[in-house]
Each structure stands twice: as structure tokens, then as C-alpha cells.
């Protein structure tokens, strides 16, 4: 009795005092050394277990297993189960869930059998949670649901939150993300009623994590944003770790991986420091996708091992499989397709066992692509076509990749109907994703109404609890109720359409500005034509006057270089784009353009051109006007033939393969390996030509078969 009265006097204690959470720990361990009592030290043991903080977790085993011998001495029924709860709650911080799940079916059984609901409900969550974590889950949902019946039934509505949250995040696994919002939308409502704040936390980075799987980014960053606020004002570095994570996986998805990768680096320090094998296989899994994005090659292979090895060191089939997918989607962008097929291969058999459908689209998706590129195209409309029925319901941005890449191989195989068909349904998707992230933030503002619906309904229920036994208040408070409703609904209502009105007016006026850009951009554009055509001109007459035949051809050639240059704003102004030009046309008038200037007709210059996507950037069409500028010019200079008027030139660009594209500008003229001009390596132009050549990341040489052949080749992204 003694022991009683004491352990509520602390409880009591703690509580206005505000204890911190040691002396919380020394108190208790004051109790249990003075305690003769097995029951009651049982309770001690239990209750410092779970005041220990969750890295502690030799300390928190120790307490409970100890706790669990004394309640079995003392023939505590319910006592062995809620230790033998929290010794499957250890298990699962150190990841060993068969033994978690093991422990946690032994309570069920227990209390089953002496009729303690409550224990059911806490041994059915744990139960849900390890199964999910071993990739049941299926079976994980059926504990779940059995769970909050009898924690429902039972009254324990606070403990409900957890289980919520729990079922959100398998959910989650099983890429029901729509579902899984709905029940963590019920456990922050429950968490927020209680003031359980650790748990709202994590709650919040569970709901962000789903939007951000259904694009909805802005408002995943929101909800990640309130999540670290209150884990730093925890001082949670667990919970900071895995939102790190989720922020820069935001910012991945947003291509800023250079923010991505100061939080994941940020995250490595932290899992390191507790020894957070999950957290560290994640963090550098996604560091190395970020740093392929910024085009920082050289360590990645390094990230990737360090992710699958530290996934390899635990049971989380779901991040060895991620961190496979990732490794081998980075080995097919670097055309590695042996070592890219393991990690795929390895990666969806993982995902096929967890079953999750979405994950598993996405792997199959990647395959297709490693078929496509290997010719194999039968094989790759397979693994299209089963990802496609997996996805089915997503309408998402995983769906529209999935659908512009079977497309590609509809039309390689000549299903060009199929091709056709296919191809509508991407840009309709992806025209439905695009008009959905303008709206984010009324979308923002309609879950927060369906928020404090769902609050109002709430209060209204326990209204109507109370007036059935408050029969003489029954009207007035009804009323009172429907009046604050409809104020709050009246409310939400005017600031929808301000927020909707203000939305409209902003993006008019975004619109208008982007129209001046653009005309400004075109009047620059005209503007260095005219100013180019001006500095020809002057060329010209400087030409005339001039009497030295090697100053008279100097200044020549400058001319034509700036007159490729001019040509190529002209086209920029004549377009519809700013930055891209039509490099067919380009390429057909610059050749007339030379032609012109030797006084020759345009026919002696026959230009190809073979990309899937004629349009290219300024930033590639320049050095390839001014290398087709020098390559033409010395053919009609320095090139000989038998009958001088026989003379023709080719200027031909093509697609060599899936990333590289081959420019060849050949001549029918004598072979002569030693012609003046543009072979001397010395010369002039053959140093701009070999200036533009590095500037475009490519490789030239030359052949001489039926007169000159220049080859260049290049990557263009």
C-alpha cells in the first residue's frame, strides 16, 4: 500500500512539476530498489522501460524481460502481456521483426485467453506492424482492422492514433496512397485532440510522404515543414533524420538536387551517429540519385554499395529494393545493360514479394527501357504492358512515363495505330498532371475545410450523446451547433473563391509577363541580326579596299562566320521559340547561304538531316553552323577535281544511336592528304573547328574515300 501511495505521489509529482525525463527515470529507480513487492516492482520495471529513450535499447529489453518474469510470478495476466508488447516494441527498433512478430503473437494468445481486449488491440497493432515490415501485407491489414475494432470497442480512443498512423504507412507499402491518407488524416485528428505531439509528428511526414507520391508537392513540404518543427522542438534526431530524407527527396523531385543532396548528406550524419542502418541505406541511395543529377559520376558506384550493403544488414526487403532500382536505373543511363538487368532483376523480385504494385510498375518500367535499348522489343511491351494494368488507377506521372516509353515501342514495331493511340493518352495525362499542380493550393485549402469538417462532426457527435441524456438543452444546443457549422462552412466558402480570385489574377498577370519576355527576347534576337549584318557589311567594304590577297581572304571568312551567326538569330526571331531553332532550315539556308558567297548555285550542296526531334538548342546549333561554315568553305576552296564544275558537297546530320548524333560533311574532290587550308592542323580553321568540337563534348576525324570526309560525333542531352 505504501508502495502505491509513493509511486502516485511521484506520478503526481512529475506532472505539476514538470520533471525532466530523468529524474522521471531516477524516481522510478529510487521505487524498484526499495520495492519488495514482485507485482508492483513488475510495474516500475515496465513503466522506466518505456521512459528510457527508444535508442536505449539494451535498457528498455532489459526492464521489460525482467518485468515479465515478475508478472509471471505473480501470476499478472495482463502484466505479461503489455511487457511482452514492449519487448516486441524493442525487436522492432533493432529491425528484428520475425522475433518481434513471434513475441507479439505469444501476447495475443495470452490475452485471448483471459479476455483482455485491450491487450488484443495493442499485440493485433504490433502484429499489423511487423507483418508489413516482412512485406505481408495483406495480412498486416487484417490485424490492423481487427485492432481498431476492439481498441474502438474498448473506449481507448488516444490509442487509436497509432494504430492509424501504422495502417497509413502500409498503405503506403502497398502504393494505396490515397487510402493511406484518409487514415492518417484520423490519427492527426486524434493525435491533435490529445496533444500527442511526437506522434502528430510523424504523422504529418507519413501524409506528406503519400502526397508527394501523388505530385501534390507543395502541399508534401508543408506537412514535412510542421513534422520538423515539432521533432526539433523534441530534440527527435531519429524522426529529423528520416524528414531530412523526405526533403530532399521533395527537392529531387523538383530538380533541385543540389538542396536534395545538402539533406541527405545531412541525414547520413545523423543515421550514423545512431547507427541507423535503414536510415543510412536510404540516405545513400538517395544522395547518389541527386549527385547523378548534377552530373557528379564519379562516386556513385561508391553511394550505391554503401546503401545496398547497409539494406543487406537488415530486413527491410522495401529499401534493398529501392536501393537496386535506383543502382540499376543509374548502370542503363550509363548504357552498363549486364550489370543494370541484375539489379533490376534483383530489385523486382524484392518488390514482387512485398507486393507493391506501384514500386513494382516502376522497376518493370526500367526494364523495358534496358529491352528497348537491346533491341529487344517484344520483350520490353511486356514488361510495359504488366506495369501499365499494375498502375492502373494512378492517372500520376509514373503512369504518363510508362505511357510515352510503350509508345516509343508501338511505333519501332510498327503498331503505328497503337503508337498513335498511346501517345494521346501521355499528353492527355500529362496535360490533366500539369493543370492539377496549378490548383495546389485551393486543393490545400479544400483538405484543410475537409480537416475541420471532420472536427465539427466530431463535436457534433458528442453533442448528440449529450442530449440524449440532457433532454431539456436538446433544441438549443442543436441550434447552436448548426449556427457555428454554417458560419464555419459560410467562412471557408469567402475564402475559397478570395484565395481562387487571387490565384486567377496573379497567374494573368504571370501570363503577360511572360508574353513581354518572350517579344523582348525576339527583339534582342533581331537586334544582333541587325548588328551582325552591319559588322558584315563593314567586312565587305574593309574586303574591297583591300589589296592583299591573305587580308583580303582573312577578312572574308570572318564574315562568313558572322553572317552563320546572324542566320541562326534570324531563324530565333522567326519562331515561335526563343531558344531553339529549326536546324534543318538553319542548315538548308547556311549552305545556300555559302554556296551564294562562291557564286555558285545551291545544288551544289546537299543537306540531310535524320533526328527524331529536328528542333536544338542555341546552344548546339551555333558550333555546328560555324563547324558546317569552316568544313563547306574549304571544300569549295581547297577541294580539286578532274572538271571543277563537278564539285559537290555533302552536309549530313544524323542520330548514331539512342544518345550520340554524327555530323559528316564529305566532298567528291581528289583525295590529297596534304591539302592547304583546313588540313593544316596549324591552320586557323582548323583551330575553331577543333574549339567547337571540345565545346560540344565530341570526338572529329577525317577519311579520304571518294574525295574528304569529316566525321563528327557528339552527345546531345
Do not use: W
Amino acid at each position: 500500500m505504501k508502495v502505491k501511495l509513493l509511486l502516485v505521489l511521484v506520478i503526481i509529482t512529475m506532472y505539476f512539476k514538470g520533471y525532466t525525463q530523468d529524474s522521471k527515470i531516477d524516481s522510478l529507480s529510487r521505487l524498484i530498489s526499495t520495492s519488495a513487492d514482485d507485482n508492483e516492482k513488475a510495474k516500475l520495471l515496465f513503466m522506466r522501460s518505456k521512459s528510457y529513450p527508444a535508442s536505449e535499447v539494451e535498457r528498455n529489453m532489459a526492464d521489460a524481460s525482467e518485468a515479465l518474469i515478475l508478472f509471471k510470478k505473480s501470476n499478472n495476466f495482463q502484466g505479461q502481456v503489455d511487457a511482452m508488447v514492449q519487448i516486441s516494441n524493442v525487436y522492432a527498433r533493432q529491425n528484428k521483426f520475425p522475433q518481434a512478430l513471434e513475441t507479439s503473437q505469444k501476447a495475443l494468445e495470452l490475452a485471448r485467453q483471459h479476455d483482455y481486449p485491450v491487450g488484443q488491440a495493442y499485440a493485433l497493432n504490433n502484429i499489423g506492424r511487423n507483418l508489413a515490415q516482412m512485406g505481408k501485407l495483406e495480412e498486416a491489414g487484417e490485424a490492423y482492422k481487427e485492432a481498431v475494432r476492439l481498441m474502438s470497442k474498448s473506449g481507448n480512443e488516444k490509442e487509436l492514433a497509432d494504430i492509424y498512423n501504422r495502417m497509413g504507412i502500409m498503405y503506403f507499402r502497398s502504393s494505396n496512397f490515397n487510402r493511406a491518407i484518409e487514415c492518417l488524416d484520423s490519427a492527426a485528428m486524434i493525435a491533435s485532440k490529445y496533444n500527442i505531439e511526437l506522434l502528430l509528428a510523424y504523422i504529418y511526414m507519413n501524409k506528406a510522404n503519400n502526397l508527394s507520391e501523388l505530385t501534390r508537392y507543395d502541399e508534401a513540404l508543408d506537412y514535412h515543414l510542421k513534422s520538423i518543427a515539432i521533432k526539433e522542438k523534441l530534440k527527435d534526431q531519429k524522426g529529423l533524420l528520416q524528414s531530412y530524407n523526405n526533403m530532399g527527396n521533395i527537392y529531387n523531385l523538383l530538380d533541385q538536387p543540389d538542396k536534395a543532396s545538402d539533406y541527405y548528406r545531412e541525414s547520413i550524419k545523423v543515421a550514423s551517429k545512431l547507427e541507423n542502418k535503414v536510415s543510412l541505406g536510404l540516405s545513400y541511395s538517395n544522395l547518389a540519385v541527386a549527385l547523378e543529377k548534377m552530373n557528379r559520376n564519379d562516386s556513385l558506384d561508391y553511394f550505391f554499395g554503401q546503401s545496398i550493403a547497409n539494406f543487406e544488414q537488415t530486413s527491410d526487403k522495401a529499401g534493398l529494393a529501392l536501393a537496386c532500382h535506383n543502382y540499376g536505373n543509374t548502370l542503363l543511363n550509363q548504357n552498363e545493360y549486364k550489370k543494370s538487368d541484375e539489379y533490376l532483376t534483383k530489385a523486382l523480385t524484392l518488390r514482387r514479394e512485398i507486393k507493391a504494385p506501384f514500386d513494382i510498375a516502376s522497376t518493370l518500367h526500367l526494364l523495358g527501357r534496358l529491352e528497348i535499348d537491346r533491341g529487344n522489343l517484344e520483350k520490353a511491351e511486356q514488361y510495359l504492358q504488366e506495369a501499365l494494368i499494375l498502375i492502373e488507377d494512378e492517372n500520376g506521372k509514373r503512369e504518363a512515363d510508362i505511357l510515352k516509353t510503350i509508345s516509343i515501342v508501338f511505333r519501332e514495331r510498327g503498331k503505328l495505330q497503337q503508337a498513335y493511340s498511346t501517345l494521346e493518352d501521355y499528353v492527355s495525362l500529362k496535360d490533366s498532371i500539369i493543370t492539377e499542380s496549378k490548383l495546389l493550393k485551393v486543393q490545400q485549402l479544400q483538405a484543410d475545410y475537409d480537416m475541420l469538417k471532420k472536427e465539427a462532426e466530431l463535436v457534433l457527435e458528442k453533442k448528440d450523446n449529450e442530449i440524449h441524456r440532457l433532454a431539456a438543452i436538446r433544441q438549443k444546443s442543436r441550434a447552436f451547433l448548426l449556427f457555428i457549422i454554417s458560419i464555419l462552412m459560410v467562412s471557408l466558402a469567402v475564402i475559397l473563391v478570395i484565395v481562387f480570385l487571387k490565384k486567377k489574377k496573379y497567374a494573368d498577370k504571370l501570363m503577360q509577363k511572360n508574353s513581354k519576355i518572350e517579344a523582348l527576347n525576339k527583339e534582342i534576337h533581331h537586334r544582333v541580326k541587325n548588328n551582325l549584318q552591319i559588322v558584315s557589311g563593314l567586312l565587305t567594304l574593309h574586303s574591297i579596299q583591300t589589296e592583299d590577297s591573305k587580308t583580303k581572304q582573312a577578312i572574308d571568312e570572318g564574315r562568313t562566320r558572322l553572317d552563320s551567326i546572324s542566320l541562326l538569330h534570324q531563324r530565333l526571331y522567326q519562331s515561335d521559340s526563343v531558344t531553339q531553332v529549326e536546324i534543318r532550315e538553319y542548315i538548308e539556308n547556311l549552305a545556300a547561304l555559302i554556296a551564294g558567297s562562291f557564286g555558285l548555285p545551291t545544288n551544289k550542296i546537299t543537306t540531310k538531316v535524320n533526328l527524331d526531334n529536328t528542333y536544338m538548342d542555341v546552344d548546339y546549333a551555333v558550333p555546328i553552323g560555324l563547324i558546317v561554315n569552316e568544313l563547306v568553305t574549304n571544300a569549295f576552296k581547297h577541294a580539286t577535281v578532274d572538271e571543277p564544275s563537278g564539285l559537290t558537297i555533302l552536309v549530313d546530320l544524323h542520330k548514331k544511336d539512342r544518345k550520340r548524333v554524327e555530323l559528316v560533311v564529305s566532298d567528291n574532290g581528289l583525295p590529297k592528304e596534304n591539302k592547304t587550308g583546313i588540313a593544316e592542323n596549324t591552320s586557323f580553321g582548323m583551330t575553331l573547328i577543333n574549339t567547337l568540337v571540345r565545346q560540344l563534348d565530341g570526338n572529329m576525324s577525317r577519311s579520304y574515300h571518294n574525295g574528304t570526309v569529316f566525321t563528327i560525333d557528339f552527345t546531345m542531352n
